[in-house]
């Protein structure tokens, strides 16, 4: 894992080079994907299951697509028992998170009335949801919890989610949790596949109106080939982590929250900012020690090396202006003062106060969700929440009075902007 120091040429290199990561795939990829998005869209199961057995490589009939609740009865007795009550534990705590969001954004707006004007918003949930698990270097459990409670808690009436197959089976975690996360339907489709056919419905899978959860490049790509036609919650990069400490946190804490990210995939990115170059030589010893013992230890390695680094600065301002500059999927304060530092953070997924408040928690039993925006999107975008399963439908009610105080400024518009009729729909209304 290199280490650079502020003012040298190699530190603005790397940073620049981090700033501008948002992955730009190219034009052989994006014409896979749209060919498989158009076969779907055209063949509907029968695209499904040429897909599944020419990826996964598993025949596949277009009548086994989805899972039957005969099967997710099995998984709960497949899950140990205490795996089982973490699993709802961690469902308990993300439900009632998202539950005191909502009390505030499910309240309907109305301005009262205002001379005969009465202007407002209704809140609608969206009808129809669908999730994408991946299923690919590991098991998720915690990203079904994670994208369905909020859904349901929403008041989404039908939530869908398409895992990719298995030559053993889904995972029995993946199907108890989205069992316990109110999941209506199960599929087993995968990649970009599964993401044409929650866009464009088959014989199997009906459409969505939104869809969400993270995945691979062929996810990501397709999710951006189909918004339009659905809502996306956004086009996921690698892994991300960001560590500001001042020195004072044990060297152990930090070298292990680096790795839990790292060991997500070889293009995660996990960045330490530090004012003290000697925590972060020793950080950089401890790195070894602890990867030693992984059992994802070659991905974790690989992605350190590869796109990892301990950043060296000069003091802890600098450290918040180089975070808000990387804009982090999640960002650590490892600081002994994190509450008075957090006031500066502008971009971020979510933040970890604290020594002892590590990623990780908010991976699984923190309660807010962790799929968060990546790749610098954070300047922007927010954390996948109960507000992204709603939209809002403006009201407005005018009495023939009200509409009369308005007629010259209409007329004046309608002018302006060469539509008369916009002006004759209000003039027809007010000499009546």
């Not at 009390?103 to 129809?128: D, F, S, Y």
């Not at 869908?160 to 599929?187: C, F, H, N, R």
């Not at 056919?197 to 062929?218: M, W």
């Not at 922007?380 to 009075?401: A, C, H, Y």
């Amino acid at each position: 894992m290199r280490l650079l120091r502020t003012g040298e040429g190699g530190f603005d290199q790397y940073v620049s080079k981090i700033e501008r990561r948002m992955a730009q795939d190219g034009p052989r990829l994006e014409k896979e994907v749209h060919s498989i998005l158009k076969k779907v869209r055209q063949k509907g199961d029968e695209a499904l299951v040429h897909y599944s057995q020419r990826f996964d490589g598993l025949r596949i009939s277009a009548e086994r697509l989805r899972v039957r609740r005969d099967e997710i009865d099995r998984a709960y007795k497949s899950v140990p028992h205490d795996f089982l009550r973490t699993l709802k534990k961690a469902a308990r705590r993300i439900r009632r998170f998202h539950r005191s969001v909502s009390k505030r954004l499910l309240v309907q707006c109305v301005t009262g009335t205002e001379n005969g004007i009465r202007l407002g918003q209704m809140i609608r949930p969206l009808e129809r949801v669908g999730i994408y698990v991946p299923g690919g270097k590991a098991s998720y459990p915690s990203t079904v919890l994670m994208a369905a409670i909020p859904a349901k808690v929403a008041g989404v009436q039908k939530i869908l989610m398409t895992t990719p197959p298995q030559k053993e089976g889904i995972s029995p975690a993946i199907l108890v949790a989205a069992d316990l996360a109110g999941v209506d339907k199960i599929y087993r489709v995968g990649g970009a596949q599964a993401i044409a056919a929650l866009a464009y419905g088959t014989a199997s899978i009906p459409k969505v109106d939104k869809i969400v959860g993270p995945g691979n490049r062929y996810v990501a790509m397709a999710k951006r080939l189909v918004y339009g036609t659905v809502d996306v919650d956004m086009v996921a990069g690698p892994s991300e982590i960001v560590i500001i400490a001042d020195g004072k946190t044990p060297v152990s804490f930090v070298a292990a929250d680096l790795i839990s990210q790292a060991e997500h995939d070889e293009m995660a990115l996990a960045i330490l900012i530090t004012p003290s170059e000697i925590f972060g030589e020793e950080v950089r010893r401890e790195l070894w020690m602890q990867l030693s013992s992984l059992r994802r230890e070659k991905i974790a390695y690989a992605s350190l090396n590869r796109r990892g680094a301990i950043l060296v600065v000069k003091d802890l301002n600098q450290a918040i202006d180089l975070a808000n500059r990387i804009a982090p999927e999640h960002l650590e304060l490892s600081l002994s003062n994190a509450r008075s530092v957090v006031k500066g953070v502008k971009h971020a997924g979510a933040v970890f106060l604290g020594a002892y408040t590590p990623e990780a928690i908010g991976d699984y039993m923190a309660g807010p969700n962790h799929i968060l925006p990546t790749a610098g999107t954070a300047r922007f975008s927010s954390p996948l929440g109960v507000e992204d399963f709603l939209k809002r439908i403006n009201l407005m009610s005018f009495t023939q009075s009200g509409l009369k105080r308005f007629e010259k400024d209409v007329k004046r518009f309608a002018e302006w902007e060469g539509l008369d009729g916009h002006y004759q729909a209000v003039q027809v209304r007010v000499r009546n």
